[in-house]
C-alpha cells in the first residue's frame, strides 16, 4: 500500500456505463486511491462519478467528482484549471474514454461515426494533455497513460474508426512521452484485450445477444486460460505506470490482453 501515496491523480471517465461489473475507468480510481492517492474523478454523468467517489470515501480514500464533456476543448482547460486551483497540482493524467458504437467496416463507415469516433477517442485525449503538460513541464514531473486498445494492433472486424482511432492514439502517446522526456514527464499506452466490463458487454445484450453467450464467445479468444480480463486487471496495470516503480518507462504501448496481440501467424 501507498505506492501512489501523496500523488493527485486526474482519472478521465472515472464514471462507468451501467453493467453488471466494474469498468476501466471506476476500478483504476479506486486503485489509485487505495495506493494512497487524492482522485480527481472526471465523468459527462456527473452522478456517475459520484457514485466512484462515495465508493473511494466508503474505503476511507479521498476522492473528489467533475463533471466533464471531453469533447470539449474550453471544458477540459477548465477542468484542469479548477482541479489545479483545488489540489495545487496534478501528479497523474489517466484518460481512460473512448466511444466505438455505430462503427462499421472501412467501405461503410460513416463521416459522422468517424468523427465521433476520433473526437472522442483521440482528439478528447489531446485537449487534455494540451491543457495539463504545460502545468506538468512547470513541476518538471508527471505522469501521463492513455488507453487505447488491442484493436488498434489486431484484426478487427467491423470496427474501422475504432481501430484507426487507437492506432492515432498509439502515435500520439509516443510523440507526447518524446516531446516531455526532458521535462521529467512520462507517457505511456495500456491496450486493453477482451475484458469483461460494461462497455464491452453490455451493447451486445441490448441488442438482443445473451449475456453468458456473449461472455462464452469472448472467453475463448483468449488464450490466456480462454477467460477474459477484468477491469482490476488494466487498473493494475495503470497503478504501475503511474508509481515510481515505473519511473524509468516511457514511449511504450503496454497489452494487458491474455495473449491476444501475440496471436501472429
Known amino acids: 500500500m501507498g505506492r501512489l501515496a501523496g500523488k493527485i491523480a486526474v482519472v478521465v471517465g472515472g464514471g462507468q456505463t451501467p453493467g453488471a461489473t ?104 489531446m485537449y487534455m494533455c494540451r491543457a495539463v503538460v504545460p502545468h506538468m513541464r512547470s513541476r518538471g514531473s508527471g505522469v501521463i497513460t492513455n488507453i487505447s486498445s488491442v484493436a488498434a494492433v489486431c484484426s478487427a472486424h467491423n470496427i474501422t474508426a475504432y481501430k484507426a482511432s487507437k492506432a492515432a492514439l498509439n502515435a500520439y502517446t509516443h510523440a507526447l512521452a518524446m516531446n516531455n522526456a526532458r521535462y521529467g514527464i512520462r507517457a505511456n499506452v495500456i491496450m486493453p484485450g477482451l475484458m469483461n466490463t460494461p462497455m464491452a458487454i453490455e451493447g451486445y445484450v441490448a441488442a438482443g445477444q445473451d449475456r453468458q453467450e456473449v461472455i462464452e464467445r469472448r472467453n475463448r479468444a483468449v488464450p490466456l486460460g480462454a477467460a477474459m480480463g477484468s477491469a482490476w486487471d488494466v487498473a493494475n496495470a495503470a497503478l504501475f505506470l503511474a508509481s515510481d516503480e515505473a519511473g524509468f518507462i516511457t514511449g511504450v504501448e503496454l497489452p494487458v490482453d491474455g495473449g491476444q496481440s501475440a496471436k501472429i501467424g
Open 22 to 125: 466494474i469498468g476501466n475507468g471506476r476500478a483504476t480510481a479506486l486503485r489509485f486511491a487505495e495506493e494512497g492517492a487524492a482522485v480527481a474523478v472526471l465523468d459527462k454523468v456527473l452522478e456517475s462519478a459520484r457514485e466512484t467517489v462515495s465508493l473511494i470515501e466508503a474505503a476511507h480514500g479521498s476522492a473528489a467528482a467533475y463533471e466533464l464533456d471531453v469533447t470539449d476543448a474550453a471544458a477540459c482547460t477548465a477542468v484542469a484549471d479548477k482541479i489545479i486551483s483545488d489540489y495545487g497540482r496534478i501528479d497523474v493524467l489517466h484518460n481512460n474514454v473512448g466511444v466505438g458504437f455505430g462503427d462499421a467496416g472501412p467501405l461503410r463507415v460513416s463521416d459522422e461515426t468517424w468523427d465521433r469516433v476520433f473526437d472522442t477517442n483521440a482528439k478528447a485525449v
